[in-house]
């Protein structure tokens, strides 16, 4: 059904005007001049075709069409006030639901949310993998986490360096690459081919040869001496991101969950 455009301004000032009988004391409510109130009861009485009010030698006076729908108008804006108290419980809620990829969420993203939900114990996560049409409205989603070249349309934060590591096992291991989807290209033979970087670096640890993966999500396994580092680090136009649209990176517990991941 085609909903009326509602002049929600002018009813506003209506509403306002009634309680006070007053112009001038509901545009101090309001915070407007007197002056900008009486414009807006003139445009919503050319609108509605009525005459709202009636100056008398007593002051303001309703009309019978004001005070015939002058209750349905605050039945009206306290449903408003519902709806709006409604929309933003959401933002004061202790349930955050994340999106990334299963190596980083793996290898970079529990550990750090453990450590947070050890400090916020009614806090609830629900993590979900990402993909490339990852539709932020449609999955409900807080935050995500991505390897990309920058946020996109999205509000957002980098963590950490741009660059790539190639690793291997900590006793070293065979001149033999590890394939994983996005990986750089490189000479030598690829032995084995898996779903993600996070795999590339088990295969790594596990001696069957060396993999060129981001430098955050191998940081831990080589502070650990899982693996060791082949080389220098090399830049990389990718990086991992946290990020969001600009509505939900507004959101106090989405914000306190950056600061927390990134601090």
């Not at 999106?99 to 806090?123: E, F, H």
């Not at 900590?170 to 084995?192: F, Q």
């Amino acid at each position: 059904m085609k909903r009326t455009h509602l002049p929600l301004n002018g009813l506003r000032v209506l509403d306002a005007a009634a309680r006070h009988l007053s112009f001038t004391r509901a545009a101090d409510e309001l915070a407007v001049t007197p002056a900008a109130v009486g414009q807006q009861i003139r445009a919503l009485e050319d609108l509605l075709g009525v005459v709202l009010f009636r100056r008398t030698p007593k002051g303001l006076e309703l009309t019978p069409e004001t005070e015939a729908g002058l209750a349905a108008l605050r039945a009206g804006f306290l449903e408003f006030e519902e709806a709006v108290r409604a929309m933003q419980a959401g933002q004061s809620s202790s349930s955050l639901t994340i999106a990334a990829p299963r190596d980083i969420t793996a290898k970079w993203l529990q550990p750090r949310l453990a450590g947070y939900a050890a400090s916020q114990p009614d806090l609830k996560f629900a993590l979900v993998a990402a993909d490339e049409t990852l539709d932020f409205t449609e999955a409900n989603l807080d935050l995500a986490l991505r390897l990309a070249e920058g946020p996109g349309e999205n509000e957002g934060i980098r963590l950490g360096e741009a660059s790539f590591v190639t690793v291997e096992a900590a006793e070293g291991g065979p001149d033999h690459r590890i394939e994983w989807p996005g990986c750089p290209k490189g000479d030598a033979p690829a032995t084995i081919r898996v779903a993600d970087a996070g795999l590339a670096i088990e295969a790594a640890a596990n001696g069957f040869g060396h993999a060129c993966v981001p430098f955050l999500l191998a940081q831990a396994d080589m502070a650990a001496g899982r693996v060791r580092q082949v080389g220098d680090a090399a830049p990389s136009p990718l990086a991992y991101w946290l990020i969001a649209p600009l509505p939900q990176w507004r959101q106090k517990k989405v914000k306190a969950l950056v600061e927390a991941l990134t601090g």
